[in-house]
């Protein structure tokens, strides 16, 4: 069974989609934060997790080791549902080996993010433990803009994490409704969706022939609007 996250910042939103049964968690990050309008970026994570009982992913905004160590061991204490998120590698490209590690040793969740390669995982996984909880996030959407298949890589990190029951693989940067079925198709355990495509999801079932009269009837409606005439 593959779980559905809402990828959202948005505090209105989070109490939306909280009460959906579908939404299983929250992801966030410093971009959707800032969208979102937040200033102060400890007190608004507070009152997301106030909102949910739910798993919530906060992220790490530091760039060195010991910054984000220390700023992982904060964020750990904001509540019993937080996972610390942090970057398989700094903004220089060096792997985070050392974060995951101690964070991992201390008992912190954590969530792996911008990972894109099941050699990564590979690297993650000898870094942890088999006991506290880790979701390693594998970005699909934007290996896709680049015109490479992100499934190779998610089949191989799926088989990996397989020697860990506390490790979860997870569908990252969601494109379109129809990455939830790919998702389930390969095992991935957990996708995360913006909440624009969460309802979308939840209208699937639809006949093609309804898809093609409602595309039509589309088509009238816009037709009418414009006043065309030949």
Same mark, same amino acid.
Not at 167 to 172: D, E, G, P, R, S
């Given at each position: 069974m593959t779980k559905i996250f809402c990828d959202i910042a948005d505090i209105n939103l989070i109490k939306k989609f909280n009460k959906k049964k579908i939404v299983k968690g929250f992801t966030t990050n410093p971009t959707l934060m800032r969208k979102a !309008? =937040? *200033? #102060?970026?400890?007190? %608004?994570?507070k009152k997301i997790i106030k909102i949910t009982n739910?798993?919530?992913s906060c992220e790490v905004f530091a760039d060195e080791p010991e910054d984000m160590i220390f700023q992982g061991e904060q964020i750990s204490n904001w509540g019993?549902?937080?996972y610390v998120k942090v970057p398989v590698t700094n903004s220089k490209g060096k792997f985070m080996g050392k974060v995951i590690r101690e964070l991992n040793s201390n008992g912190i969740k954590l969530n792996i993010t911008a990972?894109?390669? %099941?050699v990564q995982t590979k690297k993650i996984l000898k870094n942890i433990n088999k006991k506290t909880d880790v979701i390693i996030s594998i970005f699909a959407g934007r290996m896709a803009d680049k015109g490479m298949d992100p499934i190779p890589q998610f089949k191989k990190s799926i088989k990996l994490s397989k020697k860990f029951k506390n490790?979860?693989?997870?569908? =990252?940067s969601t494109r379109e409704p129809y990455n939830y079925i790919q998702s389930k198709?390969? !095992?991935c355990h957990i996708i995360t969706v913006p909440p624009a495509i969460?309802? *979308?999801i939840e209208r699937f079932g639809n006949s093609l022939q309804s898809l093609t009269i409602d595309t039509v009837k589309g088509f009238l409606r #816009?037709?009418?609007k414009s006043n065309f005439s030949l």
């Open positions: !309008g =937040a *200033k #102060d970026y400890t007190n %608004y994570s739910k798993p919530v019993k549902n937080v990972v894109y390669s %099941y490790v979860k693989i997870l569908w =990252a198709q390969i !095992g969460i309802e *979308k #816009d037709t009418k």
